[in-house]
């Protein structure tokens, strides 16, 4: 049984694929790069990190912040990944991440891409290796 090929657009380009595919996986697929830290192929995504948000646009006009590791192509959804709302998350993501992981070297690397340096923010806790991916 043939899956159904839906179209969407991401940053502007048109795309099908079969409908259901995440997000994040159809944007990599036409050279779009989503920032994920908890994301591997192999498993089933939920969005723990919340790194690779991005902001859709439904069919009906409504407008939300989502996990594209998790969240569903359907037919005619805008996808942006580089909307202001859009990196005003993944800052705020990032910059948590940074106060609870400061020494965790791809936490700091991506922090940097969007600007945060360091964080006024402190989170005690035990592990400061953990990133909260969900992975182990």
Same mark, same amino acid.
């Given at each position: 049984m043939e899956s159904q090929e839906v179209t969407l657009t *991401? $940053?502007?380009v048109k795309v099908k694929t079969p409908k259901g595919t995440p997000i994040l996986e159809v944007a990599r697929q036409i050279g779009i790069e989503i920032p994920a830290l908890c994301y &591997?192929?192999? &498993?089933?995504?939920f969005g723990a990190c919340r790194v690779c948000? +991005? %902001? +859709? /646009? /439904?069919?009906? @006009?409504r407008k939300r912040i989502v996990t594209s590791c998790n969240y569903?192509? #359907? $037919?005619?959804? *805008? +996808? #942006? /990944? !580089?909307s202001e709302? +859009? *990196?005003k998350v993944r800052r705020k993501v990032? #910059? &948590?991440l940074l106060a609870r992981c400061p020494k965790v070297t791809r936490i700091k690397n991506l922090a940097s891409l969007? @600007? *945060? !340096? %360091?964080? =006024? &923010?402190?989170i005690e806790n #035990? =592990? %400061? $290796?953990?990133i909260l991916c969900g992975l182990c």
């Amino acid at each position: 049984m043939e899956s159904q090929e839906v179209t969407l657009t *991401i $940053d502007g380009v048109k795309v099908k694929t079969p409908k259901g595919t995440p997000i994040l996986e159809v944007a990599r697929q036409i050279g779009i790069e989503i920032p994920a830290l908890c994301y &591997l192929r192999v &498993l089933s995504p939920f969005g723990a990190c919340r790194v690779c948000s +991005v %902001e +859709v /646009t /439904t069919p009906n @006009g409504r407008k939300r912040i989502v996990t594209s590791c998790n969240y569903p192509a #359907e $037919d005619g959804l *805008i +996808v #942006e /990944t !580089k909307s202001e709302r +859009v *990196i005003k998350v993944r800052r705020k993501v990032l #910059e &948590l991440l940074l106060a609870r992981c400061p020494k965790v070297t791809r936490i700091k690397n991506l922090a940097s891409l969007y @600007g *945060i !340096k %360091e964080t =006024s &923010l402190w989170i005690e806790n #035990e =592990s %400061e $290796d953990c990133i909260l991916c969900g992975l182990c």
